[in-house]
């Protein structure tokens, strides 16, 4: 699984805004239409205004690279240079292990618990 996650920071509440209507179809396509594709979200961060916060998850590294090749990330793309970034970082992780928060018990874990057994 890969999971691709960070913000792009823009100069106001209203650019920030502008790009999340203008990619909203996309990100239903990409969702509903890419194979591999487990969530696709570009959403207003709800204590900085003028932020986009990003959460994607692929199933693997295929679906990924045929999502960047796809005319979906190309648009994407342009929706997101409408207006000028002013920061942001986003990175792509690759994870190996995923587990419940909570155990069996209901007990609310940090731990990697399941990777013992």
Known sequence: M????GHLD???REARDAILAAGEALQHATL?????C????FTADQ???SRVRVCEVWEDEPSLAAHFAHENYRQMREVFHLFPRTG???KKYRCNLAEPVYDDTGTLRADFFT???
């Open 32 to 36: 509903d239409g890419e194979p591999g």
């Open 38 to 41: 487990l969530t696709y979200s």
């Open 47 to 49: 204590l900085v205004d």
């Open 88 to 90: 942001g970082e986003v």
């Open 115 to 117: 990777a013992a057994e």
């Open 10 to 12: 823009y100069g106001d």
């Open 2 to 5: 890969i999971i691709i996650a």
